[in-house]
């Protein structure tokens, strides 16, 4: 993480969920990433979505099939191994407990990612879980998944991330802003060294923008 940057205010986080390939193809590129440090955060992406009030890719068949062969090209595009899951969306509620109960250390999150969308495993069935915890050296993570305390933590992390306006994954939040998605990095990285860009008067404009009325004709 070389990037110079000069960025001032708040945590800066990276908020992931393991059901997004997106959120694997970020981290793939961290050595990309500003020289700032993020905390990572493991949150559901179902929860951010219920809150919004927003449908997942899967429920709209034509975006479905988008969003797969998106993430296969942009994989391809930047030399990432890559290879789904052999069902997707899947429950990705242990992995996440999993992550929490390492202190979403990066390298655990990296091999976690790794072990669902470049072997193309499942980390939802028993066995497969099973597998994921020998994979990442935690093989008590099986039962340990299960205490209170770290499915607390998990809901935690869903109302930290709304609270601070996350609507998806992947989310770095960078200078107590918001930035979304894989193809985000570059403005992220502008922004770390041009922070002063937010302030400048067409952001601001656009930033805060009133909503046509609703009687508005959008024909």
């Known amino acids: 993480m070389s990037a110079p940057h000069s960025v001032s ?18 981290l793939e590129q961290h050595e990309k990433w500003p ?6 955060v493991p949150v559901q992406l179902m929860k951010l ?22 993430a296969l090209f942009r994989a391809e595009q ?10 997707h ?20 999150v990296r091999d976690i990612f790794r072990y669902i969308w470049r072997e193309g495993r499942d980390p ?29 933590k998990l809901r935690d992390n869903n109302d930290r991330a709304v609270a601070m306006g996350a609507f998806g994954v992947p989310t770095f939040l960078v200078n107590n802003q918001i930035f979304w998605g894989e193809d985000t990095l570059p403005m992220v990285l502008y922004v770390a060294r041009s922070p002063n860009w937010l302030e400048g008067a067409e952001v601001k404009r656009i930033s805060a923008l009133p909503i046509a009325p609703h009687d508005a004709d959008f024909g």
């Open 9 to 26: 205010g708040g945590q800066p986080y990276f908020f992931f969920d393991f059901i997004s390939p997106f959120s694997y193809l970020l």
């Open 124 to 152: 939802a069935t028993p066995e497969g879980f099973r597998a994921l915890c020998q994979h990442v050296g935690m093989p008590e993570a099986e039962s340990r998944i299960e205490d209170e305390d770290i499915k607390a």
């Open 35 to 40: 020289a700032m440090p993020f905390e990572l």
């Open 89 to 108: 969306p899947f429950d990705p509620s242990k992995a996440l407990r999993l992550a929490v109960l390492a202190n979403a250390e990066i390298g655990c």
């Open 78 to 87: 930047l030399g990432i191994p890559f290879r789904m899951p052999p069902a």
């Open 49 to 70: 979505l219920e809150r919004w009030n927003q449908p997942h890719a899967a429920t709209i068949p034509s975006k479905r099939v988008f969003v797969y062969r998106h």
